[in-house]
Each structure stands twice: as structure tokens, then as C-alpha cells.
């Protein structure tokens, strides 16, 4: 099918790691041996990296952290493709972490179980969403209840010594019967390898991997604040805003009370009364929005799609622009019980090496609720005695989402959503391959392809599908060619004389991915939900051509 993960063992994997205003690369060969380098930018780390290999499948692994804005994380991942790296991964530092402590035990997480893992400053509860790892909460140290911890495992952070051994025991006493592990430095390092290469196949220890999520929350400045942080992506977002008395709108991206980065400014024009905003989160760095003026509020009470699932979620209700900012202040007023302080005051805490400015500056990272105590969304606004609910979530009930549904990121994979039955892969790549006269190949052999056949494979297939893209000036590091025909349309040119449209690469993806799928799920499918980036469109009439050609309804959500 060309799905299944690559068995050839890289001989060379990078993690790179930006701190200090420096990046970090560490390079781990197949040998065994390790070597650490330090650049000041992208550019250098990108042409260290190529000293030691020029194979295009080379894992490279960004961990990145909240401080990594969405232009640092996107210019990393467009220089490593120029330089012929199209193996990048994005990964959030913290959840690596989290996989090295919990993996390096060999804790079992299973779903419906939650483990708890301890640090100086912050505790995190994590649990199982499928196949992945899911972060399901997170909260200041001293919020965690010792005496009335509901999870099924502890696991204490401990590769700096924060912890000392009487506030160790201390902890084991409180919490006993649950388990208690300790994390040290030396078993999680020699289990990081480990973890990397279980990225890349179907091995004991991916069951330690994360899934891909929001890190943080959607302020709309002076209007509202969307809880989004820790929801699977793709993630979309659908608000009304009253905007009578208001000439601008921030929309900004909440990571910690320090760390909030603008994702975009709206101007308004007079005379303008409601806008609707839509934010679309494909990726942790691939992030749109859009606004556009609207007659009536249908949508005040934010309408939240992530992977798939539809809910309204708003920490607070509309505000005077004077009265909120994206910190405490709407932080306080979440109707969402994070966790209170530990009952026995006489738990021994850890000795605290860090500044408690840090500690501090994460107590209002609100995050879902705790196991058994979950928070409840803002409540609809009342009219005549009854919930008004919004137009959209009533038709999105009465018309609910394809159970499976297929996301395609601007980064080359399609993302899969299907039913509890489902037991293959969450994503594949979207690459294809054409050769005269030989039926075509999809995803990992397409990939594969790159590094000995790169003119006869295509990718990119949103950025071809997208409405502005331009066939005079493509993307100048793909090894096919584009034009267009005497309609307009898009023509895409390979080696051997291929020439192919947008809507087929499109259709050859779709309809390997539904075979794939078919192969690894129990139930029936009926329709085929498809998810584009905001910038791709697909005519209803190759929609229908396609949806005839593969023998499924397809559907645009």
C-alpha cells in the first residue's frame, strides 16, 4: 500500500534543540556514537547537518519550546526542505520529556488510565487517546492533591536533583499504594534514542509517542479567550465578536502568562457591527486566521473542531476591552477547576534551584480538567427561559461529521480520524509517484522514491490545489515542473514525459489512504469526510469525479 513505515535503519538522526539564542544539534548514529554541535542560526545548523549527511530521509527532530514563535518554527522546517531534508518533525520539548520519564519505566499507559508525572515547577496528567499518548492536564506543583490523587501511577521528575530523597519518601507515604517511579538523568538519556527511532516504525516503545496538539490558548484581545490548549489537531475555531466600538483586533496565541506571540491584526472599517472570526491549526506552525464582516452574531459562544470533534468552549463571556487581558484576570474568572492545593500541608516540597518568577508564570496555564472533575464550557446565553443554542452547532447536530475523516497538512501527510475500531497508523504521507506505464505508487515507497527517482514524485498537493498558487512561479525546490493549460487549470510536469493534474495526485492519495484504512478498521464506511487548509479549494465537480472514481462519498468539512 505504501504505508508501512520504512524498515531501513537512518544512519544518522538529529535532534535540535534551540536555547540560549543558540541551536543545539545532537546527531546519533547507527553506531551508537553521539556528537553535540552549537550554531547562533538556522542557516549554519542546517549546513552542519548536511556535512554529516546527504540523504533526504535523514530524521531530523525540532523540539521545540513555548518561546519558539510560529516564524522560528516554520523558517527551520522550510530551510532543512531547501537543503534536501524532507524528514523534519516538530516536537514539543515538553512532551518529549514526558515520553522519556514515562518510557524509560516502561509505565503502561492504557486508556482510561492516568498517570501523573511530577516536576520542580508543574505536574502533568497524561493518559492514552488511541494508538498515542495524550497530555490531559497540566497545573503548578503545589496544586497537585497529594491525599486525594485520583490517577493510577506517579512518575518524579528528578535529572537535576530538584527532588531530595526525604521530600522523595515524603511523597511515596502520601500517595501510597500508587506507584511511585523516579526519573534520573542516565536511564532517560540512553532511552531518547530509543524513542526517536520509534518515530519512524512500528515499534514497543512508540506507544510512548504523543499525539499532536495545541499548546496554547486563542486570546482575542479585549473580546474573549478560547480554551484550545492540549486539543488534538487539526484544530478550527468559529467565533462572532461585537466590534461597535472597536478599530482593531489582536488575535494572540497564549502560551504562558510570559509568553504570548501575535498571530494576527484586524483593522476594522466603520460602521461595522459583528465579524466572525475562523482560526485554522493545522500544525504546531502551521496556523491561519481569518475575519470577515457579518450581518447578525449566529457564533458568540466560540464553535471548536478539533480532530474531528465538534464543542463550544469560551473561558470568558464578551468583555469590555478595558476589563480583559490574555493573564490572570480571565484566567480567573474559568469556571474550570484546575486543582486545588495539597490538603496535607505537611508534604515536603521540593527544593526550589529555579526562580520562583518562572514557577509563577505558568500557575494560570488552565488546562482541562482533572480525571472525574471536568470543567464546564461557558454556558449558552438564555432567551425566553430557554438555551439559544448557535445556528452552526444545531446544524452540525443534526448533521453530524463523517466518522472518518482525512486531513491533509501543508507539511506532506494526511491525517486520519476514524471510529475506536481503527488500528493503523494517525497519518501517512502524501506523496506520489508516476512512471509510464507502471501503476502508480502512494506514501512511504513514494517518499522513498525521493532519494533515487526525485523527478518522478510529487507532493505539495495542497499548496497545488491552493486558489493564489501561481503554475509561473512555483515552489523553487520541487524537482517537477508546473503551467498551465489553455483553461487555466494547473498542469503538473514529470520525468518521462508525465504530465498531471492537482485533482489526481489528490485522488491517488485519497483512494490508497481508503484502502489503507479499510484494511485496519472493523467498521463500514459510508462517506469520507476531507479536510483542506484554508488556502486549497477543490470544485464541487472534481470532488464528484473523484468521489465517483474511488466509489465513496466525499465530503468538504
Same mark, same amino acid.
Given at each position: ?154 512518575? =518524579? ?31 532517560? !538519556? ?35 479567550? =478560547? /480554551? ?50 475562523? =482560526? ?10 481569518? &475575519? ?36 490572570? &484576570? ?17 508534604? *515536603? ?14 500557575? !494560570? ?11 464546564? @464550557?461557558?454556558?449558552? @446565553? =438564555? ?8 445556528? /452552526? #452547532? ?10 472518518? *475523516? ?5 507539511? !506532506?501527510? *494526511? ?12 497519518? *501517512? ?34 499548496? #497545488? ?7 509561473? %512561479? ?18 503538473? %510536469? ?64
Amino acid at each position: 500500500m505504501g504505508f508501512e513505515k520504512s524498515g531501513r535503519t537512518p544512519s544518522v538522526m538529529y535532534t535540535v534543540n534551540n536555547a540560549k539564542g543558540k541551536y543545539f544539534i545532537e546527531a546519533y548514529h547507527s553506531d551508537g556514537s553521539n556528537y553535540a554541535f552549537g550554531f547562533a542560526t538556522i542557516t549554519d545548523t542546517v549546513a552542519q547537518m548536511k556535512k554529516g549527511s546527504d540523504d533526504p530521509h535523514t530524521p531530523i527532530f525540532f523540539h521545540f519550546t513555548e518561546k519558539a514563535t510560529i516564524i522560528q518554527q516554520q523558517r527551520f522546517r522550510d530551510t532543512c526542505r531547501e537543503a534536501g531534508f524532507l524528514n523534519v518533525r516538530l516536537i514539543s520539548f515538553d512532551t518529549v520529556n514526558l515520553s522519556l520519564l514515562i518510557g524509560s519505566h516502561h509505565i503502561n499507559v492504557i486508556p482510561g488510565r492516568f498517570v501523573a508525572v511530577l516536576t520542580s515547577e508543574l505536574f502533568y496528567i497524561v493518559t492514552r487517546d488511541g494508538r498515542n499518548l495524550k497530555l490531559h492536564k497540566a497545573a503548578p506543583f503545589e496544586q497537585f492533591r497529594f491525599r486525594r490523587c485520583s490517577v493510577d501511577s506517579v512518575v =518524579i521528575s528528578n535529572m537535576t536533583n530538584d527532588f531530595e530523597e526525604a521530600a522523595v519518601d515524603k511523597i511515596r507515604k502520601c500517595l501510597h499504594p500508587i506507584p511511585v517511579n523516579v526519573g534520573t538523568f542516565w536511564p532517560m !538519556n540512553d532511552f531518547l534514542p530509543v524513542l526517536l527511532r520509534s518515530h519512524l516504525g512500528e515499534t514497543t516503545s512508540n506507544r510512548y509517542i504523543f499525539n499532536a496538539f495545541c499548546d496554547f490558548d486563542i486570546d482575542i484581545k479585549g473580546q474573549k479567550l =478560547i /480554551e484550545t490548549r492540549f486539543k488534538e489537531l487539526p484544530l478550527s475555531v468559529t467565533t462572532d465578536v461585537a466590534v461597535s466600538n472597536v478599530t482593531k483586533l489582536d488575535v494572540n496565541l497564549i502560551k504562558s502568562e510570559r509568553t504570548v506571540e501575535v498571530l494576527k491584526t484586524f483593522t476594522l472599517k466603520s460602521g461595522a457591527r459583528f465579524v466572525r472570526i475562523v =482560526i485554522l491549526v493545522e500544525s504546531c506552525c502551521d496556523i491561519t486566521a481569518t &475575519m470577515e464582516v457579518v450581518d447578525t452574531a449566529e457564533t458568540l459562544q466560540p464553535v471548536i473542531c478539533a480532530g474531528g470533534i465538534v464543542a463550544t468552549d469560551c473561558l470568558s463571556k464578551e468583555a469590555s476591552p478595558a476589563k480583559v487581558e490574555p493573564t490572570v &484576570m480571565v484566567m480567573e474568572k474559568s469556571t474550570q477547576d484546575v486543582s486545588s492545593k495539597p490538603t496535607d500541608n505537611n508534604v *515536603v516540597k521540593s527544593k526550589k534551584n529555579r526562580s520562583q518568577r518562572r514557577r509563577e508564570g505558568r500557575r !494560570n496555564a488552565q488546562m482541562n480538567g482533572a480525571p472525574g472533575n471536568q470543567s464546564k @464550557p461557558a454556558a449558552a @446565553p =438564555i432567551e425566553n427561559g430557554s438555551i439559544a443554542l448557535p445556528r /452552526e #452547532l444545531s446544524q452540525l447536530k443534526l448533521d453530524p461529521l463523517p466518522t472518518t *475523516v482525512l486531513t491533509f497538512t501543508s507539511d !506532506n501527510r *494526511v491525517l486520519i480520524k476514524a471510529d475506536t475500531t481503527y488500528t493503523g497508523n494517525k497519518d *501517512v504521507f502524501a506523496y506520489v509517484r508516476l512512471q509510464d506505464g507502471i501503476a502508480p505508487m502512494v506514501g512511504q515507497q513514494a517518499f522513498d522514491a525521493l532519494q533515487t527517482h526525485p523527478n518522478s514524485v510529487f507532493y505539495d498537493v495542497t499548496r #497545488l490545489l491552493a486558489v493564489d498558487f501561481d503554475p509561473a %512561479h512555483p515552489d523553487p525546490s520541487w524537482r517537477f515542473k508546473t503551467s498551465s493549460d489553455t483553461d487555466g487549470k494547473v498542469l503538473i %510536469h514529470g520525468s518521462d514525459g508525465i504530465t498531471t493534474f492537482p485533482i489526481v495526485l489528490f485522488g491517488l492519495v485519497v483512494k490508497s489512504t481508503l484502502l489503507y484504512i479499510k484494511e485496519h478498521v472493523q467498521s463500514e464506511i459510508n462517506e469520507l469526510g476531507i479536510r483542506l487548509p484554508s488556502s486549497s479549494a477543490i470544485s464541487a465537480t472534481d470532488l464528484k469525479g473523484v468521489s465517483d472514481k474511488i466509489g465513496m462519498k466525499l465530503v468538504i468539512i
